[in-house]
């Protein structure tokens, strides 16, 4: 079965610091990858995706993410972060692993992000 | 802001009651989903729908039962809570046909179970 890995379970950065989550899944094959991000008392909400083509994806607000397929990786990257980018961020991953089709997307334990001023 | 609706957005019990989590979207996706979340943890799938009058077990056994019997309304019913049944659970739905289109989510519902 497909697995999703996020190695930062909480990450502290100050305002204008660089940003970079790691995000790795298990299964080699043809894959679909998405970054969700959950602002406080908001509803989950997609940040970027990618499906093919260019590896480096750009998504809402400044982000970024780079398909890495010899890695099984797709980090989340933000050059300079905001006191606003405090958020809850989930890497999700969907391919034939998974159900072929995005009802059965497998999500990540997600990543904690505070942004001090 | 969110076009998929869960009410309540809070809700605190006695073990044994029947519940009833609700969730409507108005978009007219034909793909909806029940997801199970506790905290620091993945999200898991305990239910979904392709549509009218079809419902699916999803990865995560669950005790809860679902009903699609109009597009927009996804309900999700335990009928004997217990504590163990204390989680957040989350709707979503999707374009049915539209390749790897992305979930749109509610707000939640965060069931205590006491």
């Known amino acids: 079965a497909q697995s999703v890995s996020q190695h930062n379970h909480h990450v502290i950065l100050s305002e204008a610091a660089s940003l970079e989550l790691g995000c790795n899944y298990s299964?080699?094959?043809?894959?679909?990858l998405f970054w969700y991000v959950q602002y406080p008392g908001q509803h989950l909400q997609l940040l970027l995706k990618y499906f093919s083509g260019d590896p480096l994806v750009k998504g809402i607000k400044g982000f970024e993410a780079e398909f890495i397929k010899s890695k099984f990786s797709f980090n989340l990257r933000k050059p300079s972060v905001q006191w606003s980018d405090t958020a809850e961020y989930f890497c999700?991953?969907?391919?034939?692993?998974?159900?072929?089709?995005?009802?059965?997307?497998?999500f990540g334990k997600g990543t904690l992000l505070t942004v001090n001023p | 802001e969110a076009d998929i609706y869960q009410t309540p957005r809070y809700l605190v019990i006695g073990t044994g009651k029947k519940i009833t989590l609700e969730c409507s979207q108005t978009?007219?996706?034909?793909?909806m989903y029940w997801y199970q979340q506790d905290p620091g943890m993945e999200l898991h799938l305990i239910h979904y729908?392709?549509?009218?009058?079809?419902?699916e077990k999803g990865d995560l056994s669950s005790e809860s039962t679902v009903s699609r019997i109009r597009t927009e309304h996804f309900p999700l019913t335990l009928e004997s809570a217990r504590p163990s049944h204390t989680s957040q659970y989350l709707c979503?739905?999707?374009?049915?046909?539209?390749?790897?289109?992305?979930?749109?989510f509610g707000n939640g519902t965060r069931l205590t179970v006491t």
């Open positions: 999700a991953v969907n391919g034939p692993g998974s159900g072929g089709s995005n009802y059965k997307l497998t």
């Open positions: 978009m007219g996706h034909d793909k």
């Open positions: 979503a739905s999707s374009e049915l046909g539209q390749l790897n289109s992305p979930l749109h």
């Open positions: 729908s392709y549509g009218v009058n079809s419902t």
């Open positions: 299964y080699g094959g043809t894959v679909n």
